[in-house]
């Protein structure tokens, strides 16, 4: 049957290949309905092509995904390198490379059918790619059900990129119109408005009743599919059932095991319910899949599942994600739990740590006892990873037990030392001390100890380190990290080197030894060679912490760069939601307090471990503090009630800095003010330099007597309190840092610093800040204060940012991002995010353009006079 009302969509689809050709390669995304033609105008288009490389691969609605099942199905037409890369269950990062390499090869059309089924890891890839195809002469083309989404399907993500991407386009497929339906219904008998209203356009359901023969149509799809099996012979109706009790399909190579001949071919063909692609036998639509499915006896599906297990058990190497189906539901609790190990370990491996968690959880269901214990093990880390703590814990404390009574005292060491992190990302520091200790109690002074006994015991004293390390007591961290060199006597497990040298390296910058950070950064680039989760999460967020709290932050915004997205592809959610959080903490300084704001609100709704929670939570509450939005109190609250459980000083100071900033902000009394003052005497610890001297200099500016002579405080804090407010701004200002050089602007007391610091605060969006600045200067009996800036000058109907505005202002000026960066005292790759993000909300492709519609739309009339080189040197003023 002819392919109705999709002109639109298809001259899209040619449009994007050929533009890819050219050089420009996209990604295409085709969203409808069950039944509403996606896979159809697929197939029209890929049938249009001449002499095109396709590679056609689809998801499957297995109970639990494949990972990366897509690239599985045309693994045969990738080439040696990336097969060998799905055989061996390389990282995603590696097979990702690769496809993109074969993408950037040649001309290719990669298409991915029924991404509502898709794993994490392919969703991943595709990401992975959307950031990347751009440079290639390939198209990607994937298809899926928008109707069949939930809240937190891993597709999510992939749509939230493609509606801000300049390549990637979505195309939705709407119902037939009763124009379309009365052109299918032809001369058959058939009402068309009665049709159209009985199907709603939906066009699979449309051909399956027009093809009907009887005077009554059916009045669902399952009876319209039914219709076409009835009267079928008993060999055909048996491989039907078995089709349908097959998602993925029957392999051709199966169904010589499982005695299927040609005659129930031609049958079920002759019907119009099959079709063979994939090299392998599949219905036309899921929707026939399931109808048949439905229609089968209860309990008649047992046999068919254990005849499919027979067959594909009869093949070298099969999928053992698709066993695990079919042993599923042939209720084989053998063949379950052996294939849902495999399936896990090789899920963890691709990356799929989401999928890897389900199957864990099917295999411990089904383990012998003798088993159970390290199925617990493997299935509380991929919890931890996907940021489920709770659960984590719970699965931990019952392995420790089964630990326990097995009298394995190396397992019991390893379990609690888990726990022992467990708990501490949940705030509960003291029971984390416990369990770290209770892990070197249970080895501690055993005599004659084995190697693998001491190797154990080395990590355990690297949990106390680590412990250690987060409490500021620096020295007690190189002890635990000395004592579990010792005891591991040269063990050479990776990840104990790893999390050691991480422990000494900090602890090195932490201490002042700037070659500290040289050695993380040289396992960062170890680590780009071969993904290695504890590498990249554990050393890059070590690294952004560190660089962030020294502000070094060109630095730390280069790591970011690479590592949130490589930690995103991988679903290590509880490293992704630190790594965000401390990205937020980043544009906090760097005055890009919109994408501040919404770093810490994605961590804030998305990530459940109290751990992700602290910096988020200072950093919203104050954007909504300094900005005047609601909310500040309700988050500064709850940044100090979780720095408090943690009990650490660089939680604790940063906490305490905010509270004493609301404070002077707000003139409101705050009877935490007194418990946060006194932590200033004890910041004397190393590593604290900048924290402590935040704090400090609030404090001061409340009018409190501090005595910090005894303090080691980083410079810039150092000169606002010996009385140079100006020399404090130009190191502000050397680092990036607006909002506090214009604080010190301010404490400078110079009517013509303070003047410039309303600008840059008006800039910001400070408007609490600076309309406390201005009622200093008013009742100081100041004339000609500076206005604060009109609100209509803010608001726009392109749903750009404050930032994006002075952006798209400056744009209109003919200003390269450097130009921009310089201007609003922003780093240029911060330039280069707002001019992208600007070009997709306008829906234009270049600056001019953007400039063009900018001033369309008023944003870019009456442009403020850029602000003077003198000003932006310019420091500072007495407390208000």
């Known amino acids: 049957m002819a392919l109705l009302e999709r002109d639109h969509q298809l001259q899209c689809l040619r449009r994007a290949w050929d533009d890819a050709l050219g050089g420009s390669g996209s990604i295409v995304l085709l969203a409808g309905e069950s ?53 061996d269950g390389a990282p995603l990062h590696a097979i990702s490379a690769e496809v993109l390499r074969l993408l950037k090869a040649r001309s ?51 749509l939230g990129d493609v509606a801000r991407a300049p390549a990637a386009t979505r195309l939705d497929l709407a119902p037939l119109s009763i124009e379309a339906v009365t052109t299918m219904v032809g001369a058959r008998d058939i009402d068309p408005a009665h049709l159209h209203r009985l199907t709603h356009g939906n066009s699979f359901f449309v051909t399956e009743i027009v093809s009907q023969d009887g005077e009554v149509l059916p009045t669902t799809v399952r009876d319209a599919v039914l219709a076409r099996a009835a009267g079928l012979d008993a060999a055909a109706r048996d491989l039907a059932e078995l089709v349908a009790c097959a998602p993925t399909g029957i392999p051709d190579v199966l169904l010589s095991p499982l005695g299927v001949g040609s005659g129930a071919l031609r049958t079920l063909d002759a019907a119009g319910l099959v079709a063979r692609e994939r090299r ?261 967020g070590s690294l952004v912490d560190l660089d962030v709290e020294q502000r070094r932050l060109d630095d730390a915004e280069k790591v970011l760069d690479h590592s949130l997205p490589l930690i995103a592809e991988r679903d290590v959610r509880i490293a992704h939601g630190l790594q965000l959080g401390v990205r937020a903490r980043l ?25 992700t929670h602290t910096w988020p939570c200072l950093v919203r509450g104050l954007v909504e503090l300094r900005t005047g939005r609601a909310g500040a109190e309700e988050h500064l609250a709850r940044g100090w009630e979780l720095a408090q459980r943690f009990g650490e000083p660089l939680r604790l100071l940063p906490a305490a800095a905010a509270l004493a900033e609301r404070c002077w902000t707000t003139a409101a009394a705050d009877p935490r003010l007194d418990e946060a003052a006194a932590l200033l005497p004890t910041a004397s610890l190393p590593g604290t330099e900048w924290s402590a001297g935040d704090l400090a200099v609030w404090l001061v500016r409340l009018g409190r007597d501090v005595d910090t002579a005894h303090l080691h405080i980083a410079r810039p804090y150092r000169l606002l309190l010996d009385g140079r407010p100006l020399a404090a701004a130009e190191c502000w200002e050397a680092l990036g840092c607006p909002y506090e050089r214009a604080l010190a602007m301010v404490d400078s007391g110079e009517l013509a610093e303070m003047f410039a610091a309303l600008e840059i605060l008006d800039r910001l969006g400070a408007d609490t800040v600076a309309a406390t600045v201005r009622r200093s200067l008013r009742r100081r ?100």
């Open 35 to 87: 039944g509403i033609g996606k896979t159809q105008l697929a197939r029209v288009f890929v049938d249009g092509l001449d002499d095109v490389p396709v590679l056609w691969g689809a998801c499957d609605p297995l109970g639990v995904p494949r990972p990366l099942g897509p690239l599985h199905d045309v693994e045969a037409d990738l080439g040696d390198a990336l097969a060998r890369l799905l055989a």
């Open 108 to 158: 290719v059309l990669l298409v991915v059918d029924d991404l509502q089924w898709a794993d994490a890891a392919t969703v991943d890839l595709l990401r992975f790619l959307l950031r990347r195809i751009a440079g290639t002469r390939s198209l990607v083309l994937a298809t899926y059900r928008d109707d069949d989404l939930d809240h937190e399907h891993a597709l999510r993500g992939l």
């Open 280 to 540: 392998r036998i599949t219905y036309r639509h899921d929707i026939c899949r399931l109808a048949v499915a439905d229609a089968i006896p209860p309990g008649g599906d047992v046999a068919l599942h254990r005849r499919m297990l027979a067959a594909f058990e009869t093949q070298p190497d099969p999928d053992p994600v698709v066993l695990v189906h079919h042993a599923l539901a042939a209720g084989d609790a053998e063949r379950v739990f052996s294939y849902a190990e495999r399936a896990g370990r090789a899920a963890a491996g691709s990356g799929a740590h989401t999928e890897a968690v389900r199957f864990f959880r099917t295999a411990l269901d089904a383990a012998p006892s003798a088993a159970t214990a390290g199925l617990a093990e493997l299935l509380a880390v991929e919890l931890y990873l996907t940021d489920r703590l709770d659960e984590a814990v719970a699965v931990g404390r019952r392995a420790v037990s089964w630990r326990h009574a097995e009298g394995d005292v190396c397992g019991v060491s390893a379990g609690r030392r888990l726990l022992a992190v467990l708990e501490w990302c949940l705030g509960n520091r003291r029971r984390a001390e416990e369990y770290a200790a209770a892990a070197v109690d249970v080895l501690e002074g055993r005599p004659d100890p084995a190697a693998a006994e001491n190797a154990v015991l080395g990590h355990a004293y690297s949990i106390q380190a680590f412990l250690a390390m987060q409490m500021s007591d620096l020295v007690g961290a190189r002890e635990r990290c000395a004592r579990a060199r010792e005891v591991a006597d040269g063990a050479t497990d990776r990840a104990f080197e790893i999390r050691l040298g991480v422990i000494e390296s900090v602890v090195a910058v932490m201490s002042g030894d700037e070659g500290g950070r040289d050695r993380l950064v040289a396992v960062l680039d170890h680590a780009r060679e071969r993904f290695d989760e504890e590498a990249r999460s554990t050393v890059a």
């Open 587 to 611: 544009h906090l300084l760097r005055g890009a307090w919109d994408e501040a704001w919404h770093d810490a609100s994605t961590v804030l709704t998305g990530s459940r471990s109290p751990v």
């Open 781 to 880: 009996g100041v004339a000609g204060v500076p206005a604060r800036p009109r609100t209509s000058t803010r608001a726009n109907p392109a749903g750009l940012t404050s930032r994006q505005v002075d952006v798209v202002r400056l744009l209109d000026e003919g200003l390269t991002n450097a130009e921009i960066a310089a201007r609003l005292v922003i780093s240029e790759k911060t330039a280069d995010h707002h001019v992208s993000a600007i070009l997709t909300k306008l829906d234009v492709r270049t600056r001019r353009e953007a400039a063009a519609v900018a001033r369309t739309m008023g944003l870019a009339q009456d442009r403020r006079r850029a602000p003077r080189d003198e000003t932006a040197s310019a420091p500072v003023t007495p407390r208000p």
